[in-house]
T-cell receptor, first 116, second 116 residues
Framework: AQKVTQAQTEISVVEKEDVTLDCVYE???????LFWYKQPPSGELVFLIR??????QNEISGRYSWNFQKSTSSFNFTITASQVVDSAVYFC?????????????FGTGTRLLVSP | DAGVIQSPRHEVTEMGQEVTLRCKPI?????LFWYRQTMMRGLELLIY????????DSGMPEDRFSAKMPNASFSTLKIQPSEPRDSAVYFC??????????????FGQGTRLTVV
């Protein structure tokens, strides 16, 4: 069965620090997608990135970067030079081919607190 | 597009009452999802529809919960009778199914339900 583990419940950093949020997944499917969503204090879920299981290239988007390693079943998220506005709960999620990639299984989330 | 629209944003009801949550997906999206978020269980998928047809309702907790999608632009999640343990944030999301134009799930702002 599919499972997503975010072992870090809460991380506190000071502004401008770099921070990495860990995500480990389990799946029997060879074809799947991994996602990161952000949930700011206002409560909505904001999509950040989607990565398929055949693409292990790291991705960088501004201060955000993602490291996908199939060998360790991990899809970690790094924020460089964190800012107060990055304070949110971040969710990693997985969808598999056997559900048409539609059924998202979420991790429990990591709460990031960035203080000035 | 205005995004996924949920109503009401907040609902407080007494135990035993019927509660109906509403969702308008993004126009053109053919998948619609209902998720529930609680502190104890995190984000869990309750049910999803494809082209207005329920595909997987295995996450619906009990017979007290029901969901309908009478047309492509409207869905409801009903709880009858409601219980205090149903208190949660309920999210609706929509997406365009897997294919060339596949999109990730876009989430509404959620309905915070409190059952007293």
């Amino acid at each position: 069965a599919q499972k997503v583990t975010q072992a870090q419940t809460e991380i506190s950093v000071v502004e401008k620090e770099d921070v990495t949020l860990d995500c480990v997944y389990e799946t029997r499917d060879t074809t799947y997608y991994l996602f990161w969503y952000k949930q700011p204090p206002s409560g909505e879920l904001v999509f950040l990135i989607r990565r398929n299981s055949f693409d292990e290239q790291n991705e960088i988007s501004g201060r955000y970067s993602w490291n996908f390693q199939k060998s360790t079943s991990s899809f970690n998220f790094t924020i460089t030079a964190s800012q107060v506005v990055d304070s949110a709960v971040y969710f990693c999620a997985l969808s598999e081919a056997n559900t048409g990639f539609q059924k998202l299984v979420f991790g429990t989330g990591t709460r990031l607190l960035v203080s000035p | 597009d205005a995004g996924v629209i949920q109503s009401p944003r907040h609902e407080v009801t007494e135990m035993g009452q019927e509660v109906t949550l509403r969702c308008k997906p993004i126009s053109g999206h053919d998948y619609l999802f209902w998720y529930r978020q609680t502190m104890m269980r995190g984000l869990e998928l309750l049910i999803y529809f494809n082209n207005n047809v329920p595909i997987d309702d295995s996450g619906m907790p009990e017979d007290r919960f029901s969901a309908k999608m009478p047309n492509a632009s409207f869905s409801t999640l009903k709880i009858q009778p409601s219980e205090p343990r149903d208190s949660a944030v309920y999210f609706c999301a929509s997406s365009l199914g897997f294919g060339v134009d596949w999109t990730e799930a876009f989430f509404g702002q959620g309905t915070r339900l409190t059952v007293v």
